[in-house]
């Protein structure tokens, strides 16, 4: 075998090896959650419009639109669905989401939905038919009565 032959096997050797320590390295295990669920997981969470998506590091990254537009940077465990990185500037629930909880907690016949920045104002009546203004927490769906 000649010496140029020897280096370029060796060579495609050092790549190969080098090519499958990166893709074992970037491997999504068993235990974590398939692009398409992590995608179901960042929808349900309001985020419609996923620009890109990546699994690294053990994590998904995505970049994303938030209900106001704005385009953000998420990490998303991806064993969990949780999102670690950032809190602040997260989507905000839908009207519609809003109103489910609002009806889980005992109210009924909603009047009125309105949004003030990270809190929705609502009306509806209490368990006992009074009309009642609530405040509901845009992100977390707290209800506290007005």
Not at 72 to 84: D, L, P, Q, R, S
Not at 98 to 114: M, P, Q, T
């Amino acid at each position: 075998m000649s010496r140029s032959t020897l280096i370029a096997v060796c060579m495609g050797a050092l790549m190969t090896m080098s090519a499958s320590s990166v893709f074992a390295k970037e491997a999504i295990t068993s235990d974590m959650m398939p692009m398409s669920k992590a995608l179901n997981s960042l929808q349900t969470k309001g985020f419609n419009v996923v620009k890109k998506i990546e699994f690294e590091d053990g994590v998904y990254e995505a970049k994303i639109l938030n209900a106001v537009g704005k385009e953000i940077k998420v990490k998303m465990n991806a064993k969990t669905g949780e999102i670690e990185k950032p809190k602040e500037g997260l989507a905000l629930l839908s009207a519609l989401e809003i109103a489910k909880k609002v009806e889980d907690a005992g109210y009924r016949n909603i009047s009125k939905i309105d949004t003030e920045g990270k809190e929705y104002e609502v009306k509806a009546l209490s368990k006992e038919g009074k009309e009642t203004k609530l405040l509901v927490n845009a992100q977390s769906g707290e209800i506290t009565v007005k």
